[in-house]
């Protein structure tokens, strides 16, 4: 039998109260609260106005829905008590438990027994009291993401005070792994809000045979808004240093990104203080002018070199800074830089003349991009050949300060150029692509110091190439057809040996003596020449089903030129490039030159690379599976370069392997190996192990600058709460 009640009234009127409209009345009517049930029997005592629902008890009021085996109401002092098994689900939310208290009047509860689910997390405790609107005290409180019936892990605090969509309170806190605690923490709070939240960061721990017992990471994370965050963290090392850093980052899509890291650290033994200062910020403005600027400075020149862990961080020689704005104006492109560049591994008092700084302030360039320099007719049968003639202009400004241990070079110029390019196809196969340029320099001063000196200069080039193909059918390797093609080309450069400046028409030889060369503002020189190339391309196609697929299999460029102003050497070393990718598994280069007079090589290298995927069987039993095998992947690649004119060579292998031995264990290692010197440069051996909820992470490894291993248990789904290991001789 099912009974549903669908008014009932809590906050019942006083019959002796006279009949009234007055503002009492109003205020009675108010307290009236409606609530709805069902159950399969139900019990009503009408003295006391107690109610008892029996058999899958269901009670609905406000946002709150209880079902439970027995709910019990008590009119006296108000008072819902739910027996046996109870779920309670408030705004979205679900708590279970063995039994329930609600009081109406104080809004306040308790749970027995209770277990929730909370987003990717599960919580349970002993009793959860409702002392608040959103205020919650759980006894005995555990929380996992392990929603295995047997847990691998859990969090455990004898106490936890909970603000639902806001934080978790707790104190002490202990971590189990199979019931047995690992960890312990004084105090803690857990962000419970969605999304990103402020709070405190989970530290590392480890130790280290130089650092001895460590703590890194601990901090604080800062949110500002939705764009911008900063992580304010420290690392606290036994035996070595004390540091400091601050991570920002902000990002707002289609306008600005940008981040900046500064780090301070006190080293204990030298007692001395370092900095760094890194960052960079991107920002485009509606009106379509772009600025980029970019920052990195550091307390000493060693700085990476000593204090990195990564061996890339560590061999970085150059600190680059700058500022740049683009803006384009119609077709005209502007830009404007300042750029700083300082060399970490100068050492003047051993090698003369090195540079220990690179200053450019301003670097200024404007380029109209090529356009047609006739108007091309709507008409296709009126275009003509001079249709196809472009034109485009640039101007470029550079103030350089270059600065050395003995001395200080600084330089400006402004260089413009322009010039018009042509294409066209005779006869429909000989492409001819004609050009001439024009160039004018002027300096603030020359070698002689005379102030603004200028030059002009000029020259024309000429491009005849054209394609020659062959179609072949072949069922070699699955293959419908082979195509071979041959691109002949020949360019021809020409530049006069006369270039004009204040004094007239200057031979070319002598510009050296007395102009400066920098960047890319170059010397008037005079040129004749003859480029040849020679390419071949060999491509397959294969049909499978409806789809069609091409690909290269084989390409091999020959190119050499002719200096027509040399009469004993004219010809330059034949170069020659050979790209073999039969496949996407094997890929191979080979780079070289032959000279023609000597009957040498002057260059060779050979690089290749190997992709394998697939499954071992090697482990497996023989009988009694229906696995495929371990997946396994293999990448392997190989560097030669012959040593010729008094170079070495070189010689040098890498090598990635992974293999997973089971569903949870994995195996990877890798591998960066010298033959000519027969050693290892590095090593690194990974074993890996899936536990669920937890990952077991053990990384070997060993390098010419850095040897040691680390040992790391993660949750997955909570990758900031790790337990770690590691012990490294750097």
Same mark, same amino acid.
């Given at each position: ?158 106490? @936890? ?160 800074? +700058? ?191 007395? =102009? ?77 030159? +032959?000279?023609? =007079? ?11 690379? @190997? ?27 190989? =560097? ?91």
């Amino acid at each position: 039998m099912t009974l549903l009640l669908i008014l009932m009234t809590l906050y019942a009127t006083d019959p002796t109260e006279p009949d009234s409209t007055s503002r009492d009345s109003t205020i009675t009517a108010e307290r009236l609260e409606t609530i709805a049930y069902s159950a399969d029997s139900l019990v009503f005592y009408p003295d006391t106005g107690d109610l008892i629902l029996v058999g899958s008890a269901t009670l609905d009021y406000r946002d709150m829905t209880l079902t439970s085996d027995t709910v019990e109401y008590s009119a006296t002092d108000e008072i819902i008590t739910a027996r046996g098994e109870s779920e309670l689900f408030d705004r979205g939310e679900s708590v279970t438990g063995n039994g329930m208290i609600y009081s109406i009047p104080t809004r306040k509860g308790r749970i027995l027994n209770a277990a929730s689910e909370y987003e990717f997390g599960f919580y349970t405790g002993s009793t959860i009291t409702r002392i608040g609107r959103n205020e919650f005290n759980i006894v005995d409180a555990r929380f996992t993401t392990c929603d295995e019936d047997s847990i691998h892990y859990y969090f455990y605090c004898p106490v @936890m005070k909970v603000f639902p969509e806001d934080k978790a309170i707790a104190s002490p806190v202990y971590l189990y792994i199979e019931n047995t605690p690992v960890l312990y923490f004084p105090y803690w709070v857990f962000p419970i809000r969605r999304g990103r939240q402020p709070g405190f960061t989970m530290p590392k721990f480890g130790q280290t045979s130089r650092d001895g017992r460590f703590l890194r990471g601990l901090g604080y994370y800062f949110i500002f808004s939705d764009y911008a965050d900063l992580w304010v963290h420290g690392d606290i090392m036994e035996k070595t240093r004390f540091v400091l850093a601050a991570d920002e980052r902000h990002r707002v899509r289609y306008i600005c990104n940008g981040n900046l890291r500064t780090e301070w650290r006190r080293e204990f033994q030298a007692q001395r203080d370092r900095w760094m200062i890194f960052g960079n910020h991107l920002h485009d403005f509606p009106d379509g002018t772009t600025v980029r600027v970019q920052g990195e400075f550091l307390s000493d020149n060693s700085y990476l070199e000593e204090t990195q862990q990564n061996p890339e961080d560590r061999m970085t020689g150059e600190l680059h800074s +700058w500022i740049s704005v683009n803006r384009y104006f119609g077709r005209m492109s502007f830009q404007a830089a300042m750029e700083r560049t300082s060399y970490l591994n100068t050492d003047p008092d051993t090698i003369p003349g090195e540079v220990e700084s690179n200053q450019e302030i301003p670097d200024i360039r404007l380029s109209l991009p090529s356009a047609p320099l006739f108007r091309t007719p709507s008409d296709p049968s009126l275009v003509r050949p001079w249709h196809s003639i472009y034109w485009n202009a640039g101007a470029h400004y550079l103030s350089r300060d270059r600065r050395m241990e003995e001395f200080r070079a600084t330089n400006s110029a402004l260089k413009v150029t322009s010039g018009l390019t042509g294409s066209s196809r005779l006869w429909g196969w000989l492409s001819v692509a004609p050009s001439i340029t024009a160039k004018g320099i002027i300096y603030d001063r020359d070698r002689n110091d005379a102030n603004f000196p200028w030059w002009l200069h000029g020259s024309a080039n000429l491009s005849i190439a054209t394609d020659i193909y062959g179609i072949f059918s072949t069922r070699l390797f699955g293959l419908d057809a082979l195509r071979h093609t041959i691109t002949p080309s020949l360019s021809l450069q020409w530049a006069p040996d006369r270039y004009l400046n204040s004094t007239g028409l200057m031979n070319s030889d002598s510009a050296g003596a007395e =102009y400066y060369t920098f960047s890319d503002f170059g010397l008037p020189s005079s040129s004749r020449t003859i480029a040849f190339n020679l390419r071949n391309r060999l491509e397959g196609k294969m049909s499978e089903r409806d789809r069609i697929t091409r690909f290269d299999i084989m390409s091999l460029n020959l190119s050499t030129s002719a200096n027509l102003e040399e009469s004993v050497t004219p010809f330059s070393p034949l170069s020659a490039t050979l790209d073999i990718s039969p496949s996407q598994l094997f890929s191979i280069s080979v780079n070289g030159s +032959w000279d023609l =007079y000597e009957n040498e090589l002057t260059n060779l290298s050979l690089s290749s690379s @190997m992709r394998l995927s697939g499954y071992d069987r090697t482990l497996l039993p023989d009988s009694g599976t229906t696995r495929l095998g371990m997946p396994l992947r293999l990448v392997a690649s190989h =560097y030669y370069r012959h040593g010729l004119e008094g170079t070495e060579s070189i010689s040098k292998f890498r090598l990635s392997a992974s293999l997973d031995l089971t569903p949870g264990w994995s195996l990877e290692y890798s591998a960066y190996y010298d033959a000519m010197n027969e050693n290892f440069i590095s090593q690194s051996y990974t074993l890996s192990r899936d536990l669920h909820c937890w990952e077991a992470v053990f990384v070997r490894y060993i390098s010419d600058v850095d040897s040691g291993f680390y040992f790391k248990i993660n949750i997955i789904d909570i990758p900031d709460i790790k337990i770690e290991q590691h012990v490294s001789n750097f």
